[in-house]
């Protein structure tokens, strides 16, 4: 079991930077993939990016590679999404997510995910 609040999400001008933190609770939390997704409105709910429990692997859309990145503080039961060089299309809800998800190339699988914030507002001007 795993409770999830996201935090950092604001407005700044294209190009900035943010970076987003989700904090969990919960005995197991360090075995679990951690996710983050975003949906802008009207728009389906996407992948962003996700990490092992350990931390040692992660993968991302292209639409953020090589630009955001992904880690996590297992001691600190924190998640963090660094964005840098912001776009307008980066504007979305973001979310974080956890979930027991074994396979790698399942990880992009929003349905994998059992557990869910509520959501951080990000808005990039242009």
């Known amino acids: 079991q795993v409770q999830l609040v996201e935090s950092g999400g604001g407005l700044v001008q294209a190009g900035g930077s943010l970076r987003l933190s989700c904090a969990a609770s919960g005995r197991t939390f360090s075995r679990y993939v951690m996710g983050w997704f975003r949906q802008a409105p009207g728009k389906d709910r996407e992948f962003v990016a996700a990490?092992?429990?350990?931390?040692?692997?992660?993968d991302y859309a292209d639409s953020v590679k090589g630009r955001f990145t992904i880690s996590r503080d297992n001691a600190k039961n924190m998640v963090y999404l660094q964005m840098n060089s912001l776009k307008p299309e980066d504007t979305a809800v973001y979310y974080c997510?956890?979930?027991?998800?074994?396979?790698?190339?399942?990880?992009?699988?929003?349905?994998?995910?059992?557990?869910w914030g509520q959501g951080t507002q990000v808005t990039v001007s242009s």
């Open positions: 997510a956890a979930g027991v998800i074994p396979f790698l190339e399942l990880w992009r699988d929003q349905s994998r995910y059992t557990y």
């Open positions: 990490i092992s429990w350990s931390g040692g692997s992660t």
